[in-house]
């Protein structure tokens, strides 16, 4: 079996500049980074992607684009402009996946949020199809996702995933908000087909609008049950891991990038090959 990639998103360390990460991932022995546009825009896009491509890291992740329903105030025309401009990005340092946040509810019905949603899709499938990049569409915990998605449930979101049928389009499994959930751990099996990228989070409290996560294998996320689970039933994709919240506020960074790549090769352990 070989052995799955593993990135450190940007998010984790927030404090830190897009420079900072790459020089720091490398030194704690990471080979991959999830990259946050924010960070890539604070640098330089031009300057970024050639310092990624410099770095030897690979990106797993380009985090994000959407906001399809106007909940974060744009437009959809200026929200599908801008996620064009992040698939041109995400082409050029060679991601594993653009990650999709299809904006909250808005007050719109269920059915009038996924037809803005389509309408997007539409407009940018070809586009992603031509640069090579696949979008993965993120769902969310219901007590998470009013500013970010309609879609909270992985169900509905493979539905919509399915019905384009193209490998350019797919989804972002994150633990925080699904891995607790014995009814998604029983059916990995027919979720993994679809999975870009699996994000891995862990939690002491309640799901909340602030995601508060805290390290790996410090909450009530059966991760190592999770992670086997996933690659049993076939899937081959990249580990991203996205921490945030009070208590990784309050971490050292540094000290977080060794214990995090730490807790990932134990929570592996189980299905690695002796």
């Not at 340092?93 to 389509?118: Q, S």
């Not at 009814?183 to 002491?204: C, F, H, K, S």
């Not at 996560?213 to 049993?232: D, N």
């Not at 309050?250 to 690695?272: C, I, N, R």
């Amino acid at each position: 079996m070989a052995m799955p990639k593993l990135s450190m998103s940007e998010v984790t360390t927030y404090r830190w500049s897009l420079e900072e990460d790459v020089r720091r991932y490398v030194a704690a022995g990471y080979e991959a980074i999830g990259v946050w546009r924010q960070k890539l825009a604070d640098f330089g896009e031009e300057e970024g992607v050639d310092l990624l491509a410099e770095s030897g890291l690979q990106v797993t992740n380009l985090l994000w684009a959407g906001g399809f329903t106007g909940s974060d105030g744009r437009s959809q025309h200026e929200a599908i402009d801008d996620a064009a401009h992040a698939i041109r990005l995400a082409g050029a340092m060679n991601a594993g996946c653009l990650v999709v946040y299809p904006g909250g509810r808005n007050n719109h019905t269920f059915r009038h949020a996924e037809r803005l949603l389509r309408t997007a899709i539409d407009v940018l499938l070809e586009l992603a199809e031509d640069a090579e990049v696949t979008l993965a569409i993120e769902p969310m915990h219901p007590a998470c996702a009013t500013e970010w998605t309609f879609l909270t449930d992985l169900e509905s979101t493979i539905t919509l995933v399915e019905s384009y049928s193209t490998p350019h389009l797919k989804l972002v499994f994150d633990a925080y908000h699904f891995g607790h959930d014995r009814a998604v751990l029983a059916n990995l099996r027919e979720i993994v087909p679809y999975t870009a990228l699996v994000q891995l989070g862990d939690r002491r409290t309640a799901h909340g609008i602030d995601q508060d996560r805290c390290a790996l294998g410090k909450g009530f996320v059966p991760l190592s049950e999770m992670m086997q689970c996933l690659l049993e039933a076939g899937y081959q994709g990249d580990f991203d891991i996205e921490l945030a919240g009070q208590e990784i506020e309050l971490s050292g960074y540094e000290h977080l990038l060794t214990t995090s790549k730490q807790a990932f090769d134990q929570l592996l352990s189980p299905v690695s090959p002796q």
